[in-house]
């Protein structure tokens, strides 16, 4: 009786599972071990120590973090540095730009919301991310006027 239990209830628990739109994803897969060749190399560090990733890839997503623009220009350009970088980074880990779900968009300063929405527009294809943007208190990490990160389905 319990192992008809156990059944059911894996049965019930799968059927929820897809549901809900997840998949299981099978660790140690060639496709897994590629993508974990062309990310080497993105952790941070500080002081030896791992401090963040750059991009992740984890059960058909690719998480890419913040992006700035650590150079003198204005938001057209900074916009532009980011979104580049973001497009890089996404086809290096097996993603696109059309691929983009969700992105955030951190600025130094909410008086250029118009001028980075300028560069922003387009830049995903016919059917942009859905997307969050706010002006950070104390500024972006390194000057940048704009910083960009985002989750993307894999090709």
Known sequence: MKTNRRSAFKKLAAGFVGVLGFTAVKAGTDET???EENLEGN???DQDIPLFSSVRVHGGLVY???????????????????????????????SSMEHVLKANVYLNDLKDYKGMNEVFKGKFGKTPPVRTTIAAAGGIPGDSLVEIDCIAMLK
């Open 33 to 35: 071990n590629m993508l």
């Open 43 to 45: 952790v941070v560090m």
């Open 64 to 94: 890419i973090s913040g992006r700035g623009a650590h150079f003198d220009g204005d938001i057209t350009s900074h916009t532009k540095h980011v979104l580049d970088e973001i497009k890089e980074a996404l086809e290096k880990a097996g």
